[in-house]
């Protein structure tokens, strides 16, 4: 378990952006754009930095709870930080009920992570309104959520996703 507790610092502290950051991505944005907290950031872990910003928009809030309605269970097996693929980390604008075998208290951000070997699920590493982390596989289908938002390039360079 101390290895998760690592991956959870170092997620945390790659997500860690300034707040002048986050206003700046934000003020690129169309006005009519209806966005409800700080954006949602893009991380591609192979180049290790944040790749892009998206408006945290009702939409996105309501793909992450179909995602998280998507839940199969506790992640298998915990391997360390991931390798490749990308991590999307979105605020959720209200918490949002878990199924209740995974825990009885709402989430209230989620951190998607997207790994370049397409057989490989995605997981959601969710954090509860206390703070508690619960890593979680997903049988999301994410694939036109990457295509809307232009985010499969990122996937395609990766060396393990040839």
Excluded at 35 to 49: A, H, L
Aim: no cysteine; hydrophobic share 45%; net charge positive.
């Amino acid at each position: 378990m101390k290895l998760f507790g690592i991956v959870l610092t170092a997620l945390s502290l790659i997500f860690s952006i300034p707040p002048y950051a986050a206003q700046a991505a934000g003020s690129i944005l169309p006005v009519t754009v209806e966005t409800v907290g700080r954006p949602v950031q893009v991380f591609d872990v192979t180049q290790g930095k944040v790749v892009a910003a998206l408006p945290n928009t009702p939409e996105i809030q309501q793909e992450a709870r179909q995602w998280i309605n998507a839940i199969k269970g506790f992640a298998a097996q915990i391997k360390g930080e991931p390798k490749d693929g990308l991590v999307l980390r979105i605020e959720l604008a209200e918490p949002a009920l878990l199924p209740p075998e995974i825990s009885r208290e709402p989430a209230s951000e989620v951190f998607v992570i997207i790994h370049a070997d397409p057989r490989r699920p995605a997981q959601l590493l969710l954090f509860t309104k206390k703070g508690q982390p619960l890593l979680v596989d997903t049988q999301a289908e994410l694939t036109p959520f990457l295509r809307k938002h232009d985010l499969l390039k990122y996937l395609k360079k990766s060396p393990s996703s040839t």
